[in-house]
């Protein structure tokens, strides 16, 4: 390929990027080439086309844009994320935020960037759990992701024995149930019980409103806000923090603490904030 092919190729793969970060707000500079060559090359891989030359000749210059931008969004986010993870969260949810809860009002919980559905599955075990203990508690949850392929695989709650492996043998017990795939490997999926539930759905955070409903008592929005520039996560988490009721709690990852600047948040522990107005 020639040095002319070579740069033209940059040029487009530069505009693609830009076109996804206002989409997305996920910021994809030059140092990341190779990683966002290689998750395009799925693409390339997926569609049959013969090059990531000719990929983006047909998307950024043959009018595919609109109907593969979807499924770009969905190769480009990063969708790490497991069972209990940042387990000191759900200990401070039990501990500190269960016990006040009126039990005569729905507790109402939003996963806002759910990935393939094992936060909100874990906040389900952790307050059926609750539950028990609490005759009358009745809980909500919501999880929401811009990749419409997570969006389907929370929905179906099947994991690997991999993707489990951080779930306490008790809970597992409960609320997984084994099975296999049609070619005999062995899965897992949430039990029924806690899968209706949970709802999921895509959304943006870029967008200027969510439709998800107000006065939440709990959104997680963790290790989704490293991925944005300052702005973008000064105005998501202004706006995540509309979604939530007076006293309220809002939970980022822990690499996240320093950039949950809204003036009604207060902290309350690692990476915890409690909105006071």
Known sequence: MSTATLEADRALQKKLCEIITSKTGIQLPENKRTMIEGRLRKRVRALGIRDLHTY???????????TELPQIINVMTTNKTDFFREDAHFDYLVRNILPTHPKAQTFKVWSAASSSGEEAYTTAMVLNEHGKRSAGFNFSIVGTDLSTEMVRKA?????????????????????????????????????????????????????????????MDVVFLRNVLIYFDDATQRRVV????????????????????SVAADPRLVQKAAAVFRKEA
């Open 56 to 66: 983006l000749q047909m998307v950024m210059k043959e009018g595919m844009l609109e």
């Open 155 to 215: 929905r179906k709650g099947i994991y690997t024995p991999e993707e489990i492996v951080d779930v306490p043998d008790d809970m597992r017990a409960l609320y997984l149930e084994e099975g296999h795939d049609s070619v005999g490997r062995q899965l897992t999926r949430v039990v029924k019980q806690l899968r209706d539930r949970v709802g999921f759905a895509q959304m943006n955070l870029m967008d200027k409103a969510y439709p998800v409903e107000k006065m």
């Open 238 to 257: 202004s706006s995540v923090t509309d979604h939530l009721k007076p006293g309220g709690y809002l939970f980022v990852g822990h690499s996240e603490t």
